[in-house]
């Protein structure tokens, strides 16, 4: 187990349970008569569903604010600090925050409400859904550095959703330029968005390109392939298989979280 995960985590095959947004003030679905009330009542839902189902770990994504763009809107911003804030003390796990596409704005969140790390892609140039995706990974240390977020470790998805790579420099090398030029604290492998499985091969050579840094499947993972998964990764970020039926815009189901945390036990124990 790397010091890191001993640290934040104090357990094996780490579980980050997700606990997604519905679409926020401002965005295109925001549904008025739900209002901030209701998605206070939703997020607090879902949190603890996934904490009574046993998960290691929580993180909030405003994965309803679709579709996503590269600079968080200050309304978004805003209404996840204030969200959070109003469930900060029901939060029994380490916890973690994500704004889609932001680093900066991410960083900013976790600051505000005091979550202990943050998921973006900090790397890379990609074509994307939201036009050339260029996170300037120097500028965002520059700024966490700037608002004493020291503290803050930092989950690179270094295969961006939404999105593919303009360099040839290949998945490998992406990874360790990642974790020695970059300074990423753990590095994450997606598919091609939510609910999609991540390619188990290009896990494993990730995982051999950057060994003692933590790596972690970051979309679809669920109970037919958790097993694979984990005797590679380090653990797993998991949203759309804990949904009622399997969706990811649903909301946690908390029968399916205590089924997928059994066998990730029983993994464990192998």
Request: proline share 5%.
């Amino acid at each position: 187990m790397s010091k890191m995960i001993e640290d934040l985590f104090g357990v094996e095959k780490v579980i980050i349970g997700m606990v997604h947004f519905p679409p926020l003030p401002g965005s295109p679905l925001y549904n008025d008569e739900m209002g901030i009330e209701g998605i206070e009542r939703w997020i607090q839902n879902d949190l603890e569903n996934l904490q009574d189902g046993g998960v290691d770990a929580i993180m909030f994504c405003n994965e309803g604010d679709r579709p996503y763009v590269l600079e968080a809107p200050p309304a978004t911003i805003a209404a996840m600090a204030y969200v959070i804030g109003r469930v900060r003390d029901r939060i029994r796990l380490p916890f973690g925050v994500d704004i889609l596409w932001d680093p900066k704005a991410t960083i900013a969140l976790a600051k505000s409400v005091g979550a202990q790390f943050v998921r973006e892609v900090f790397t890379g140039v990609y074509e994307s859904d939201m036009g050339i995706w260029n996170p300037q990974c120097g500028e965002i240390w520059r700024y966490k550095r700037l608002v004493e977020a020291n503290n803050l470790k930092l989950f690179y998805n270094i295969t961006a959703e939404l999105g593919g790579p303009l360099s040839s420099r290949g998945l490998e090398n992406a990874a360790k330029a990642a974790v020695l030029s970059s300074l990423a604290d753990a590095v994450l492998v997606s598919g091609t968005t939510a609910g999609i499985g991540v390619n188990v091969d290009q896990l494993a050579l990730v995982k051999k390109a950057v060994l003692d840094t933590p790596v972690f499947a970051n979309t679809g993972v669920n109970m037919q392939n958790v097993e694979a998964i984990l005797s590679v990764a380090d653990g797993a970020i998991v949203g759309s298989s804990l949904k009622v039926d399997g969706n990811t815009w649903n909301p946690v189901d908390r029968r399916r979280v205590e089924e997928f945390m059994k066998k990730v036990n029983y993994i464990r124990k192998k």
